[in-house]
């Protein structure tokens, strides 16, 4: 029981109050360097939003700090999103044996590490921890916060948003946002985990990929979820790097579940600089060596032909790896290669911010980086 009024404490130490009305607060009640903002009331969205400001929090001797933008630290995460942790905590009280109470201490360690808490109940998870999208959830949120720590250390002083939102047919998200810092204008790292029922055109396009859905009364459950990101620096001799990572899964008619994998990371920069393009690939590779040699050049080729602004004949940046519709050899294997994929994201990129980030430019290298940035822009719009 300490532990738990520890945590519940420190909650009310760092929000200032315990009261869920505080998440009504209009989006002028932001204090960007506060320690805490909250998030604007709109129907999609009804919790409140984090800024990491890297202080350390006291609560009865239980004393957590935490680091710039990250929630690696229990003290983060509790004091922003708890209430179901701590439920988790009460309920493993009287646990019927010890592999069920190793397993939530197993869970609530491994989510500690997080931007937020899950989207998905931590009990819920717990119960399905063998299942894939149990597992997924998990890796994209280990991800998010990898990415966002990795990207707070290198900018120093700025702090990453968070904003939890829900979604009304079901399931929700979070995003991580870091504006107009030192080294990155817009960091966005957002997770998003979401269910209901395919819509006809969702099912329709599917279909034309050669799956066959077969649905009962009209409707097939799905869920999908995944984690994605576009980071854009300040200067222009670093390069933008967009990745995404994702599992959807559906339940058809007859109780047999249709699954597959999809994803990829690429690499955009204003100025080529060969050395990083060799750095950047070679990590990719040596990911996607690890499971299947054939991985690395067919996924690279597809991302070559798909990157492509067509009405200007020319690709949006040096590529990268990316993939689609994947569901062989087994979900387990792919789960390790995409797990594999995401976790290069840090050691492939961060190098080159750091090797750059001290680099001179003039107003006319900034101005080509604004227009190279509209191709970018293009590629998503046309």
Same mark, same amino acid.
């Given at each position: 029981?300490?532990?738990?009024?520890?945590?519940?404490?420190?909650?009310?130490? /760092?929000?200032?109050?315990?009261?869920?009305?505080?998440?009504?607060?209009?989006?002028?009640?932001?204090?960007?360097?506060?320690?805490?903002?909250?998030?604007?009331?709109?129907?999609?969205?009804?919790?409140?939003?984090?800024?990491?400001?890297?202080?350390?929090?006291?609560?009865?001797?239980?004393?957590?700090?935490?680091?710039?933008?990250?929630?690696?630290? /229990?003290?983060?995460?509790?004091?922003?999103?708890?209430?179901?942790?701590?439920?988790?905590?009460?309920?493993?009280?009287?646990?019927?044996?010890? +592999?069920?109470?190793?397993?939530?201490?197993?869970?609530?360690?491994?989510?500690?590490?997080?931007?937020?808490?899950?989207?998905?109940?931590?009990?819920?998870?717990? +119960?399905?921890?063998?299942?894939?999208?149990?597992?997924? +959830?998990?890796?994209?949120?280990?991800?998010?916060?990898?990415?966002?720590?990795?990207?707070?250390?290198? +900018?120093?002083?700025?702090?990453? =948003?968070?904003?939890?939102?829900?979604?009304?047919?079901?399931?929700?998200?979070?995003?991580?946002?870091?504006? $107009?810092?030192?080294?990155?204008?817009?960091?966005?790292? =957002?997770?998003?985990?979401?269910?209901?029922?395919?819509?006809?055109?969702?099912?329709?396009?599917?279909?034309?990929?050669?799956?066959?859905?077969?649905?009962?009364?009209?409707?097939?459950?799905?869920?999908?979820?995944?984690?994605?990101? /576009?980071?854009?620096?300040? =200067?222009?001799?670093?390069?933008?790097?967009?990745?995404?990572?994702?599992?959807?899964?559906?339940?058809?008619?007859?109780?047999?579940?249709?699954?597959?994998?999809?994803?990829?990371?690429?690499?955009?920069?204003?100025?080529?600089?060969?050395? $990083?393009?060799?750095?950047?690939?070679?990590?990719?590779?040596?990911?996607?060596?690890?499971? $299947?040699?054939?991985?690395?050049?067919?996924?690279?080729?597809?991302?070559?032909?798909?990157?492509?602004?067509?009405?200007?004949?020319?690709?949006?940046?040096?590529?990268?790896?990316?993939?689609?519709?994947?569901?062989?050899?087994?979900?387990?294997?792919?789960?390790?290669?995409?797990?594999?994929?995401?976790?290069?994201?840090?050691?492939?990129?961060?190098?080159?911010?750091?090797?750059?980030?001290?680099?001179?430019?003039?107003?006319?290298?900034?101005?080509?980086?604004?227009?190279?940035?509209?191709?970018?822009?293009?590629? =998503?719009?046309?």
């Amino acid at each position: 029981m300490s532990r738990l009024l520890a945590l519940t404490a420190l909650r009310r130490s /760092v929000l200032g109050t315990s009261n869920p009305a505080t998440a009504q607060a209009p989006a002028a009640a932001r204090a960007p360097h506060s320690g805490v903002a909250l998030s604007a009331s709109t129907p999609r969205s009804s919790a409140v939003s984090r800024c990491f400001s890297g202080k350390t929090a006291r609560a009865g001797g239980f004393r957590k700090g935490f680091l710039v933008g990250t929630a690696a630290l /229990v003290g983060v995460t509790v004091a922003g999103f708890g209430f179901r942790r701590n439920q988790a905590l009460m309920v493993s009280k009287n646990p019927s044996d010890r +592999e069920q109470q190793h397993a939530l201490n197993a869970m609530l360690q491994k989510c500690n590490r997080f931007m937020s808490d899950p989207v998905t109940d931590i009990n819920k998870l717990l +119960e399905n921890k063998d299942d894939m999208r149990t597992k997924m +959830e998990l890796l994209i949120m280990e991800v998010q916060a990898d990415v966002c720590k990795a990207l707070a250390e290198v +900018e120093g002083s700025q702090v990453f =948003n968070v904003d939890r939102w829900q979604r009304e047919e079901g399931g929700g998200g979070i995003s991580c946002v870091l504006q $107009d810092g030192k080294v990155f204008e817009k960091a966005g790292v =957002n997770v998003s985990v979401v269910f209901g029922n395919l819509s006809e055109e969702a099912a329709k396009q599917m279909r034309s990929r050669g799956k066959t859905l077969k649905s009962k009364d009209g409707k097939l459950p799905f869920c999908a979820m995944g984690v994605s990101s /576009v980071i854009h620096p300040k =200067n222009p001799h670093i390069p933008t790097i967009h990745f995404n990572y994702r599992y959807f899964e559906i339940e058809e008619g007859d109780g047999q579940k249709t699954w597959w994998f999809g994803g990829g990371t690429d690499l955009t920069p204003t100025y080529l600089n060969k050395d $990083d393009a060799v750095h950047f690939h070679k990590t990719l590779k040596e990911a996607c060596d690890k499971h $299947d040699r054939s991985y690395y050049p067919a996924f690279k080729k597809w991302c070559d032909n798909y990157f492509v602004i067509t009405h200007r004949g020319e690709r949006r940046g040096v590529g990268g790896i990316f993939f689609d519709d994947l569901d062989s050899p087994s979900a387990e294997e792919l789960f390790k290669f995409v797990r594999s994929c995401a976790q290069a994201v840090v050691p492939c990129y961060v190098p080159i911010v750091k090797k750059h980030i001290h680099d001179s430019f003039t107003p006319e290298q900034k101005a080509w980086q604004q227009l190279r940035r509209g191709r970018y822009v293009e590629f =998503n719009l046309i």
